[in-house]
């Protein structure tokens, strides 16, 4: 593979990172939304019934969408290393978040913690990697 191949490569990987990364913001955003009007848990005491107020968990889904779809279109747009680095924050943030809500919403937890395991993979794989002394050969010597 040559070398204009690998920048060619990396550059696909991080532009499908912050799809994803972008995708999960956008539909954990939306989630969020819609738990802020519909508190829909209730839990059964000794009392009787008790319903569930949410609406702190909702609005933490609400940022990290924000912070997430915000890190996926600047890595997507610029992919400057400071928006690499801020799309990686963005998927470990939303992926710490989704761990601890998992029991309330275990589909939807499961899926944006997908796509931010796989954003952050990609941006693994795409990271710079320092060239070889010995890979370099002259057009009349074979490489080692």
Request: positive net charge.
């Amino acid at each position: 593979m040559t070398q204009h191949d690998e920048v060619h490569l990396r550059n696909r990987q991080r532009m499908l990172a912050g799809v994803l990364l972008a995708g999960g913001g956008l539909f954990d955003g939306l989630a969020g939304v819609s738990d802020l009007y519909d508190d829909k848990y209730v839990v059964e005491s000794q009392e009787g019934l008790r319903h569930l107020d949410l609406s702190g968990w909702s609005w933490a889904h609400e940022g990290t969408g924000a912070l997430m779809l915000v890190g996926g279109l600047l890595l997507l747009f610029t992919a400057r290393p400071w928006s690499v680095w801020l799309a990686r924050v963005a998927a470990v943030v939303g992926i710490v978040l989704h761990l601890v809500t998992l029991p309330f919403e275990p589909f939807w937890a499961l899926v944006v913690i997908g796509l931010a395991v796989a954003a952050l993979r990609l941006l693994w794989l795409s990271r710079r990697r320092p060239a070889r002394a010995d890979a370099v050969s002259s057009p009349h010597r074979p490489a080692r």
